[in-house]
């Protein structure tokens, strides 16, 4: 109860309230007290079977009202990472504003955990994501998402390291993301990976700030080309071998809720920008 709760932003009385109105809907009782905790009973297990596929024939019911509209109107509720927030975000609510001025656009900067438990908990509507090979788990049964864009991400060491041999590469100091986000591990896998252990000086979750240090000589970094880009540095990608690899950049739904016209926009316009602004054309190569 207390954890349903703080995933939802709800009072434990609130979340207490909702389920004793659930009950007398269902007719049956679907909580039981076991200790100091509860445990769902047999119907409730019953109803969690179908929720997902309930869910998403309410939001299919949406989508489908909505689009029986002429204009795409109504209020997105959007969120996303910082970096895509940073170099695209902006842009794509400006274009959304011109081509569907009845669209009442509000927007959010999350993470992705934060993100994901939001759209669970329908206090947004689509949420743009990030994820690095061999690290995200698989969007599960009660969302949809699509693939945007694949974004290179390339190492970059400071400006003093005169190249990516093994035996530099262990003095050299570098910023991550914050312990236990994905881009994290993710990195810490690929230095290990090319045979050194990466000494993880500085933390920002800000890949702006990664980017400075970099060229202020302090700290090797991995940056995504679309944040190169957007900032217009002029920077050398290093020679580790195995890199550049991706990250792909998805918009995530609620099952269902995927042929929402709103939705359906958002999508199309991020994934116009994204390929505006994407990648390797302008990214010099070592």
């Known amino acids: 109860m207390t954890a349903a709760a703080h995933a939802l932003s709800y009072t434990p009385s609130a979340v207490s309230q909702q389920l004793s109105l659930l009950e007398k809907e269902a007719g049956a009782p ?65 274009a959304l504003n011109h081509q569907h001025p009845a669209l009442d656009i509000r927007f959010r900067q999350v993470e992705p955990e934060q993100g994901l438990s939001l759209l669970s908990s329908r206090r947004i509507d689509a949420l743009v994501v990030d994820s690095y090979p061999g690290t995200s ?37 570098w910023i991550l993301e914050p312990s236990g986000s994905e881009a994290h591990a993710w990195v810490r896998r690929v230095c290990r990976e090319r045979g050194f252990e990466p000494d993880v000086a500085y933390e920002s979750a800000n890949l702006l700030f990664h980017l400075r240090m970099v060229t202020e000589g302090l700290a090797a970094a991995f940056l995504p080309d679309l944040l190169i880009q957007h900032e217009g540095a002029d920077l050398k990608p290093s020679a580790l ?34 390929d505006t602004n994407g990648s390797l054309s302008k990214i010099k190569h070592s």
Do not use: M, N
């Open 137 to 173: 788990e698989a969007v599960p049964d009660s969302l949809h998402a699509d693939l945007l864009t694949h974004d290179p991400i390339r190492a970059y060491l400071p400006g003093a390291t005169p190249s990516a041999k093994l035996e530099e590469l262990k003095h050299v100091k």
């Open 30 to 94: 679907l909580l039981q007290k076991v200790g100091r905790g509860v445990l769902l009973t047999s119907a409730a297990e019953e109803l969690v079977r179908h929720a997902d596929e309930i869910l998403a024939i309410l939001e299919r019911a949406e989508a489908g009202l909505a689009a029986s509209d002429t204009q795409v109107r109504g209020t997105l509720r959007l969120a996303a990472f910082a970096s895509i927030s940073l170099t695209t975000i902006p842009r794509v609510i400006a």
């Open 241 to 274: 071998p195995g890199t550049p690899q991706h990250r792909t950049i998805s918009l995530v739904c609620r099952a269902g809720a995927e042929q929402r016209p709103a939705i359906e926009a958002c999508r199309d316009t991020l994934a116009a920008h994204l």
